[in-house]
């Protein structure tokens, strides 16, 4: 149903920047929202900015705000997250997510992981100092 891979990650020094990339394969013809988190090791998953393909407003952490950017291109249904500025601490695993409920959209829920979720596998983020 829902199909994900991540891509763009690496290792970048401070002050750099990288895109990554989530190439999405969703066998749905309503609208839906397509999300970044971030997970470090012994911490919680965060997220980092999501999308709603409707209309395509855009939602984003309050650490991202004016550092990353997320965008879609709807006909190759791939969605990315451009990150400038970046920062030691934003070294992660990032992951992509679609969240296929009526209300993802919803303020309560836009930035939230879920077990409905569907995650891909990841991309690994290094920021050397």
């Known amino acids: 149903e829902v199909r994900l891979v991540e891509s763009g990650g690496g290792l970048v020094q401070a002050g750099g920047s990288l895109r990554l990339s989530c190439a999405a394969s969703?066998?749905?013809?309503?609208?839906?929202?397509m999300k970044w988190f971030r997970q470090t090791p012994g911490r919680e998953r965060e997220a980092v900015a999501s999308?709603?393909?409707?209309?395509?407003?855009?939602y984003y952490a309050d650490y991202a705000k004016g550092r990353f950017t997320i965008s879609r291109d709807s006909t190759e249904n791939t969605v990315y997250l451009q990150m400038n500025s970046l920062r030691p601490e934003d070294t992660a695993m990032y992951l992509c997510?679609?969240?296929?409920?009526?209300?993802?959209?919803?303020?309560?829920?836009?930035?939230?992981?879920?077990?409905?979720?569907?995650w891909g596998q990841g991309t690994q983020v290094t920021v050397s100092s």
């Open positions: 997510a679609v969240d296929l409920r009526d209300f993802c959209w919803y303020p309560q829920y836009i930035l939230t992981p879920h077990d409905n979720h569907y």
């Open positions: 969703v066998t749905t013809y309503g609208p839906y929202c």
């Open positions: 999308l709603y393909t409707r209309a395509g407003q855009k």
